[in-house]
């Protein structure tokens, strides 16, 4: 099985940064994106940052600009660097990982429990 663990969030005052934390560890051959999503009370889960194996990423149109994603393949692990937050961006944000387990199974996509990120105004 494959587990992710995010790390990071809490508090913050608008304008301000945060950085979120994100490791996959477990039966793991490969992993071939890994990405952030959030989901503010009262509405549908979205994409905040993908990046794929390659280093290529994409984001939501609301985070470019003052959004990082980075990842660093050989702990697994996927970042989030946020600067001038906003009221808007409070929610729980999940990190999820598309993985191969082995050479010949395709990927399978797992999520993180998931971090709470509140700013403050």
């Known amino acids: 099985q494959v587990q992710l663990v995010e790390s990071g969030g809490g508090l913050v005052q608008a304008g301000g940064s945060a950085r979120l934390s994100c490791a996959a560890s477990g039966s793991i051959f490969s992993i071939n994106a890994m990405g952030w999503y959030r989901q503010a009370p009262g509405k549908q889960r979205e994409l905040v940052a993908r990046i794929i194996s390659d280093g290529s990423t994409n984001y939501a149109d609301a985070v470019k600009g003052r959004f990082t994603i980075s990842r660093e393949n050989a702990k697994n692990t996927v970042y989030l660097q946020m600067y001038s937050l906003e009221p808007e961006d409070t929610a729980v944000y999940y990190c999820?990982?598309?993985?191969?387990?082995?050479?010949?199974?395709?990927?399978?996509?797992?999520w993180g429990q998931g971090t709470q990120v509140t700013v403050s105004s």
């Open positions: 999820n990982a598309d993985v191969q387990i082995t050479e010949l199974r395709a990927a399978n996509r797992y």
